[in-house]
T-cell receptor, first 111, second 116 residues
Framework: RKEVEQDPGPFNVPEGATVAFNCTYSNSASQSFFWYRQDCRKEPKLLMSVYSSGNEDGRFTAQLNRASQYISLLIRDSKLSDSATYLCVVNWGGTASKLTFGTGTRLQVTL | EPEVTQTPSHQVTQMGQEVILRCVPISNHLYFYWYRQILGQKVEFLVSFYNNEISEKSEIFDDQFSVERPDGSNFTLKIRSTKLEDSAMYFC??????????????FGPGTRLTVT
């Protein structure tokens, strides 16, 4: 079983749409969860950390369900500039240990 | 805003040659990492470094790889004898600011290594 699993997409949505990405992880001892964004041939950029209580940053909302080992990212009012690959990332070793990445979900926002 | 920087942005080398990839982590960070991403694949962890020693490494990080913090600002990854399959994007990352108690990892722009 893959450690961090994501639907690779692509998700093609019109500008202004709401889109949701899901991610499952295999290790129940996982401690920290993140969504990163990666543009083509660029570095992963931290989008947001994901907390048990759920958290929101502007148009972005992240949710964590530890019981189901499931993380989600919701993007409201999609912009053309949101087009990128969204990486689900998990840390299960301790506060500063390695990150384990999913393969990413590609989002293409169109006019 | 402080950033992780990496040099060179692109390195082309012949199989069997040694390469050194360089990184300058964010200045008040304590943990440093190398990851790699083969084209079309996911980002993979190589090694983490704390307090001047390796704290964790993956199966990929074999005897051909080494890391060093030669001074107070640089963090390097050396590949002793490159293979074709070492061709990838190599990302440096840093984390853990004592002041902010933040464990989020921030990535540099990467070095694209091409082994011919």
């Amino acid at each position: 079983r893959k450690e961090v699993e994501q639907d690779p997409g692509p998700f093609n949505v019109p500008e202004g749409a709401t889109v949701a990405f899901n991610c499952t992880y295999s290790n129940s001892a996982s401690q920290s969860f993140f969504w990163y964004r990666q543009d083509c041939r660029k570095e992963p950029k931290l989008l947001m950390s994901v907390y048990s209580s759920g958290n929101e940053d502007g148009r972005f909302t992240a949710q964590l369900n530890r019981a189901s080992q499931y993380i989600s990212l919701l993007i409201r009012d999609s912009k053309l500039s949101d087009s990128a690959t969204y990486l689900c990332v998990v840390n299960w070793g301790g506060t500063a240990s390695k990150l384990t990445f999913g393969t990413g979900t590609r989002l293409q926002v169109t006019l | 805003e402080p950033e992780v920087t990496q040099t060179p942005s692109h390195q082309v080398t012949q199989m069997g040659q040694e390469v050194i990839l360089r990184c300058v982590p964010i200045s008040n960070h304590l943990y440093f990492y190398w990851y790699r991403q083969i084209l079309g694949q996911k980002v993979e962890f190589l090694v983490s470094f704390y307090n001047n020693e390796i704290s964790e490494k993956s199966e990929i990080f074999d005897d051909q790889f080494s890391v060093e913090r030669p001074d107070g600002s640089n963090f390097t990854l050396k590949i002793r004898s490159t293979k074709l399959e070492d061709s990838a994007m190599y990302f440096c990352a840093s984390s853990v600011s004592q002041e902010k108690s933040s464990y989020e990892q921030y990535f540099g722009p990467g070095t694209r290594l091409t082994v011919t």
